[in-house]
């Protein structure tokens, strides 16, 4: 199984980033979204699709169509440069992680 | 307020063992995961313990070489890796799993990590 994420997503301050994540284990199962910065440990950002811990903006938000999870930051600012991962599992046994996107703010 | 600590990394030749440490402050009646991170391939989930350690799980990259365990009246997680190899070089993190009424909703607690560097 397997999670597939775009490696890079580049744009300009105020835009708008979407992330994908798509993959044939998540006909069944929820996905989950960490932001990850360089020297800290990564952050829970959205869990079962579109839910948002209560710490984080609502800039960040998440959907999903069919087998297609997606990852929308509102507005982006320089402070979001940062890897995004999403995460899934495989029945209730093993975890899966996407191979994260880079985002850089141009 | 949960917060993980981890420990133990270090430099090890190929083929050695190391065992890392995850301090939990606070409540321990949670299951834990460690999750690595490696330079070229992202976050890598490796292993996950429930509350009582009676359930264990591992990837398929360090099944049979890697083992979780925990000790809550240390509030301590751990982490013993043997038969190290140079792709097993990364940042390790402890995570806290977020379970509401049974329903999983991901980690929701991280380390800061610590690095491991397997040489050849």
């Known amino acids: 199984y397997e999670l597939t994420q775009p490696p890079s997503v580049s744009l300009s301050p105020g835009e708008t980033a979407r992330i994908t994540c798509s993959g044939e284990?998540?006909?069944?199962?929820?996905v989950h979204w960490y932001q990850h910065k360089s020297g800290q440990g990564p952050v829970l950002l959205i869990y079962?699709?579109?839910e948002r811990p209560s710490a984080i903006p609502d800039r960040f938000a998440g959907s999903r169509s069919g087998t297609i999870v997606t990852l929308a930051i509102t507005g982006v600012q320089s402070e979001d440069e940062a890897d995004y991962y999403c995460q899934s599992t495989v029945g209730s046994e093993a975890v899966i992680f996407g191979g994260g996107t880079r985002l850089t703010v141009l | 307020q949960v917060q993980l600590v981890e420990s133990g990394g270090g430099v090890v030749q190929s083929g050695g063992a190391l065992r890392l440490s995850c301090v939990v402050s606070g409540r321990t009646n949670f299951a834990m995961h460690w999750v690595r991170r490696t330079p070229g391939k992202g976050l890598e989930w490796l292993a996950a313990?429930?509350?009582?350690?009676?359930?264990?799980f591992y990837g398929d990259s360090v099944r049979g070489r890697f083992t979780v365990s925990r000790d809550n009246s240390k509030n301590t997680v751990y982490l013993q890796m043997s038969g190290l190899r140079p792709e097993d070089t990364a940042i390790y993190f402890c995570?806290?799993?977020?379970?509401?009424?049974?329903?999983?909703?991901?980690?929701?607690?991280w380390g800061l990590g610590t690095t491991v560097k397997v040489s050849s």
């Open positions: 995570a806290k799993g977020w379970v509401v009424s049974g329903l999983y909703l991901g980690m929701d607690v």
């Open positions: 079962r699709d579109r």
């Open positions: 284990t998540l006909s069944d199962q929820y």
């Open positions: 313990i429930s509350p009582d350690a009676t359930s264990k």
